[in-house]
Protein backbone atom coordinates (compact mmCIF):
# COMPACT_ATOMS: atom_id res chain seq x y z
CA UNK A 1 0.00 0.00 0.00
CA UNK A 2 1.11 3.45 -0.93
CA UNK A 3 -0.06 5.35 1.96
CA UNK A 4 1.10 8.07 4.01
CA UNK A 5 0.45 8.44 7.50
CA UNK A 6 1.47 11.74 9.61
CA UNK A 7 4.15 11.23 11.93
CA UNK A 8 4.81 13.59 14.96
CA UNK A 9 8.31 13.34 16.53
CA UNK A 10 8.46 14.27 20.31
CA UNK A 11 11.71 14.07 22.12
CA UNK A 12 13.13 11.79 19.68
CA UNK A 13 10.29 9.30 19.49
CA UNK A 14 8.01 9.24 16.32
CA UNK A 15 4.34 8.40 16.60
CA UNK A 16 1.88 7.36 14.02
CA UNK A 17 -0.82 9.64 14.66
CA UNK A 18 -2.74 6.96 12.17
CA UNK A 19 -2.35 4.22 14.78
CA UNK A 20 -2.50 6.31 18.15
CA UNK A 21 -6.27 7.81 16.91
CA UNK A 22 -7.43 4.86 15.22
CA UNK A 23 -6.68 2.77 18.65
CA UNK A 24 -8.43 5.24 20.55
CA UNK A 25 -11.28 5.47 18.28
CA UNK A 26 -11.38 1.50 18.89
CA UNK A 27 -11.39 1.69 22.67
CA UNK A 28 -14.27 4.27 22.93
CA UNK A 29 -16.46 2.19 20.37
CA UNK A 30 -15.47 -0.95 22.82
CA UNK A 31 -16.20 1.18 25.85
CA UNK A 32 -19.46 2.54 24.35
CA UNK A 33 -20.71 -0.89 23.64
CA UNK A 34 -19.97 -2.26 27.10
CA UNK A 35 -21.46 0.62 28.65
CA UNK A 36 -24.31 0.61 26.81
CA UNK A 37 -25.31 -3.47 27.17
CA UNK A 38 -23.86 -3.35 31.23
CA UNK A 39 -26.58 -0.63 32.20
CA UNK A 40 -29.28 -2.11 34.36
CA UNK A 41 -28.13 -6.13 34.85
CA UNK A 42 -30.53 -7.72 36.25
CA UNK A 43 -31.10 -11.50 37.33
CA UNK A 44 -33.75 -12.15 34.41
CA UNK A 45 -31.55 -10.55 31.77
CA UNK A 46 -32.86 -8.54 28.52
CA UNK A 47 -31.52 -8.83 24.95
CA UNK A 48 -28.90 -6.48 25.47
CA UNK A 49 -27.57 -8.38 28.98
CA UNK A 50 -27.60 -11.59 27.69
CA UNK A 51 -25.52 -10.33 24.27
CA UNK A 52 -22.81 -9.05 27.07
CA UNK A 53 -23.14 -12.55 28.76
CA UNK A 54 -22.56 -14.73 25.86
CA UNK A 55 -19.64 -12.19 24.96
CA UNK A 56 -17.99 -13.42 28.22
CA UNK A 57 -19.31 -16.80 28.46
CA UNK A 58 -17.33 -17.13 24.99
CA UNK A 59 -14.41 -15.64 25.60
CA UNK A 60 -14.18 -17.50 29.22
CA UNK A 61 -14.53 -20.99 26.94
CA UNK A 62 -11.43 -19.99 25.22
CA UNK A 63 -9.48 -19.43 28.63
CA UNK A 64 -11.51 -22.83 29.96
CA UNK A 65 -10.12 -24.69 26.95
CA UNK A 66 -5.99 -23.85 27.42
CA UNK A 67 -6.67 -24.09 31.38
CA UNK A 68 -9.30 -25.86 32.79
CA UNK A 69 -9.54 -25.46 36.77
CA UNK A 70 -9.38 -22.76 38.88
CA UNK A 71 -6.28 -21.53 37.80
CA UNK A 72 -7.47 -20.06 34.90
CA UNK A 73 -10.18 -18.09 36.01
CA UNK A 74 -7.41 -15.51 36.82
CA UNK A 75 -7.05 -14.45 32.91
CA UNK A 76 -10.65 -14.15 32.22
CA UNK A 77 -11.30 -10.50 31.96
CA UNK A 78 -7.33 -10.65 29.90
CA UNK A 79 -9.21 -12.87 27.07
CA UNK A 80 -12.62 -10.60 27.19
CA UNK A 81 -10.88 -7.36 26.73
CA UNK A 82 -7.88 -8.75 24.19
CA UNK A 83 -10.74 -10.53 21.89
CA UNK A 84 -12.62 -7.01 22.06
CA UNK A 85 -9.90 -4.61 21.31
CA UNK A 86 -8.50 -7.04 18.47
CA UNK A 87 -12.06 -8.25 17.22
CA UNK A 88 -12.96 -3.89 16.87
CA UNK A 89 -9.40 -2.85 15.52
CA UNK A 90 -9.70 -6.02 12.78
CA UNK A 91 -12.89 -4.51 11.51
CA UNK A 92 -12.35 -0.67 12.20
CA UNK A 93 -11.02 -0.06 8.94
CA UNK A 94 -13.89 -2.01 7.18
CA UNK A 95 -15.88 0.79 8.35
CA UNK A 96 -14.22 3.90 8.67
CA UNK A 97 -11.24 4.98 6.64
CA UNK A 98 -10.46 8.60 6.96
CA UNK A 99 -8.11 10.07 4.09
CA UNK A 100 -7.22 13.51 4.24
CA UNK A 101 -4.86 16.07 2.64
CA UNK A 102 -3.16 13.05 1.25
CA UNK A 103 -2.40 11.31 4.70
CA UNK A 104 -4.47 8.42 6.25
CA UNK A 105 -5.86 8.92 9.72
CA UNK A 106 -8.13 6.39 10.49
CA UNK A 107 -7.83 2.91 9.82
CA UNK A 108 -7.62 -0.98 11.31
CA UNK A 109 -5.07 -0.26 13.72
CA UNK A 110 -3.89 -4.34 13.25
CA UNK A 111 -2.75 -3.64 9.93
CA UNK A 112 0.62 -1.93 11.17
CA UNK A 113 3.03 -4.65 13.15
CA UNK A 114 4.13 -2.13 15.34
CA UNK A 115 0.80 -2.39 16.52
CA UNK A 116 0.23 -6.51 16.68
CA UNK A 117 3.96 -7.23 17.73
CA UNK A 118 3.45 -4.77 21.03
CA UNK A 119 0.17 -7.36 21.22
CA UNK A 120 2.42 -10.68 21.32
CA UNK A 121 4.98 -8.81 23.38
CA UNK A 122 2.43 -7.94 26.80
CA UNK A 123 1.47 -11.42 25.33
CA UNK A 124 4.69 -13.14 26.17
CA UNK A 125 5.66 -10.86 28.79
CA UNK A 126 2.72 -11.57 31.16
CA UNK A 127 3.07 -15.69 30.45
CA UNK A 128 6.92 -15.58 31.73
CA UNK A 129 5.89 -13.19 34.60
CA UNK A 130 2.69 -15.59 35.42
CA UNK A 131 5.64 -18.37 34.84
CA UNK A 132 7.94 -16.28 37.57
CA UNK A 133 5.02 -15.81 39.84
CA UNK A 134 4.18 -19.73 40.17
CA UNK A 135 7.73 -21.75 39.86
CA UNK A 136 10.10 -18.66 40.88
CA UNK A 137 13.02 -17.14 39.09
CA UNK A 138 15.08 -20.23 39.75
CA UNK A 139 12.19 -22.93 39.17
CA UNK A 140 11.16 -21.14 36.08
CA UNK A 141 14.44 -21.21 33.87
CA UNK A 142 14.91 -24.71 34.85
CA UNK A 143 11.41 -25.69 32.92
CA UNK A 144 13.54 -24.23 30.13
CA UNK A 145 15.69 -27.44 30.29
CA UNK A 146 12.62 -30.01 30.83
CA UNK A 147 12.63 -33.03 29.88
CA UNK A 148 16.29 -33.02 28.83
CA UNK A 149 18.94 -30.37 28.24
CA UNK A 150 19.70 -30.28 24.84
CA UNK A 151 16.17 -29.13 24.10
CA UNK A 152 17.11 -25.84 25.93
CA UNK A 153 18.43 -24.08 22.70
CA UNK A 154 15.18 -25.21 20.96
CA UNK A 155 13.12 -24.31 23.94
CA UNK A 156 14.73 -20.48 23.69
CA UNK A 157 13.69 -20.40 19.78
CA UNK A 158 10.41 -21.17 20.11
CA UNK A 159 9.65 -17.61 22.28
CA UNK A 160 11.19 -16.21 19.50
CA UNK A 161 8.73 -18.04 16.96
CA UNK A 162 5.81 -17.62 18.85
CA UNK A 163 6.39 -13.99 18.82
CA UNK A 164 6.78 -14.05 15.05
CA UNK A 165 3.65 -16.22 14.43
CA UNK A 166 1.35 -14.32 16.67
CA UNK A 167 2.05 -10.91 15.77
CA UNK A 168 2.70 -11.62 11.52
CA UNK A 169 -0.26 -13.90 11.27
CA UNK A 170 -2.46 -11.41 12.43
CA UNK A 171 -1.11 -8.30 10.72
CA UNK A 172 -0.46 -10.16 7.10
CA UNK A 173 -4.37 -11.18 7.29
CA UNK A 174 -5.77 -7.73 8.14
CA UNK A 175 -3.44 -6.11 5.86
CA UNK A 176 -4.06 -7.70 2.77
CA UNK A 177 -8.02 -7.72 2.88
CA UNK A 178 -7.28 -4.03 3.46
CA UNK A 179 -4.74 -4.11 0.68
CA UNK A 180 -7.47 -5.86 -1.44
CA UNK A 181 -10.19 -3.64 -0.55
CA UNK A 182 -8.28 -0.31 -1.39
CA UNK A 183 -7.23 -2.10 -5.09
CA UNK A 184 -10.90 -2.78 -5.85
CA UNK A 185 -11.67 0.56 -4.87
CA UNK A 186 -9.18 2.43 -7.24
CA UNK A 187 -10.89 0.07 -9.96
CA UNK A 188 -14.09 1.19 -9.52
CA UNK A 189 -13.62 4.83 -9.13
CA UNK A 190 -11.18 4.98 -12.09
CA UNK A 191 -11.89 2.91 -15.43
CA UNK A 192 -15.17 4.03 -16.02
CA UNK A 193 -19.05 2.77 -15.09
CA UNK A 194 -18.15 -0.96 -16.51
CA UNK A 195 -15.50 -1.55 -14.51
CA UNK A 196 -17.74 0.03 -11.47
CA UNK A 197 -20.32 -2.21 -11.92
CA UNK A 198 -18.00 -5.44 -11.81
CA UNK A 199 -16.26 -4.51 -8.76
CA UNK A 200 -18.46 -3.45 -7.08
CA UNK A 201 -20.29 -6.46 -6.01
CA UNK A 202 -16.61 -7.97 -5.72
CA UNK A 203 -15.90 -5.35 -2.91
CA UNK A 204 -19.04 -5.88 -1.16
CA UNK A 205 -18.32 -9.91 -1.03
CA UNK A 206 -14.45 -9.43 -0.30
CA UNK A 207 -15.38 -6.70 2.64
CA UNK A 208 -17.75 -9.58 3.97
CA UNK A 209 -15.18 -12.27 4.05
CA UNK A 210 -12.91 -9.24 5.42
CA UNK A 211 -15.04 -9.33 8.60
CA UNK A 212 -15.32 -12.97 8.75
CA UNK A 213 -11.40 -13.10 8.83
CA UNK A 214 -10.76 -10.61 11.39
CA UNK A 215 -13.08 -12.39 13.53
CA UNK A 216 -11.51 -15.63 13.08
CA UNK A 217 -8.05 -14.11 13.55
CA UNK A 218 -8.79 -12.42 16.88
CA UNK A 219 -10.18 -15.71 18.07
CA UNK A 220 -7.09 -17.27 16.83
CA UNK A 221 -4.98 -14.52 19.03
CA UNK A 222 -6.61 -15.09 22.13
CA UNK A 223 -6.69 -18.66 21.87
CA UNK A 224 -2.84 -18.93 21.41
CA UNK A 225 -2.29 -15.99 23.85
CA UNK A 226 -3.74 -18.46 26.59
CA UNK A 227 -1.85 -21.46 25.52
CA UNK A 228 1.34 -20.02 25.48
CA UNK A 229 0.23 -18.84 29.42
CA UNK A 230 -0.74 -21.87 30.25
CA UNK A 231 2.45 -23.83 28.89
CA UNK A 232 4.25 -20.78 31.21
CA UNK A 233 1.93 -22.69 33.99
CA UNK A 234 3.30 -26.35 33.44
CA UNK A 235 6.26 -27.55 34.86
CA UNK A 236 7.22 -29.12 31.37
Given at each position: ???????????????????????????????A?????S?????K????Q????????????????????????????????????????????????????????V??P????V????F????L?????????????K???????????????????????????L?????????A?????????????????????V????????????????????????T?????????????
Amino acid sequence: MDEKYPIVSLYGLRFNLANDLSALISCIIIFAVVFALSRHLTMKPNKKQNALEWMVDFTNNIVKSAMPGEEGKQFYLLAFVLFLYIFIANQLGLIIQVIFNGFTWVKSPTTDPVITMSFALIVLLLSHYYGVQKFGFKGYLANFAKPVSFLLPINLLEEFTNFLTLSLRLYGNIFAGEVLLNLLAKMALSHGWITSIVTMPLEMIWQGFSVFIGSIQAFVFVTLAMVYISDKLESE
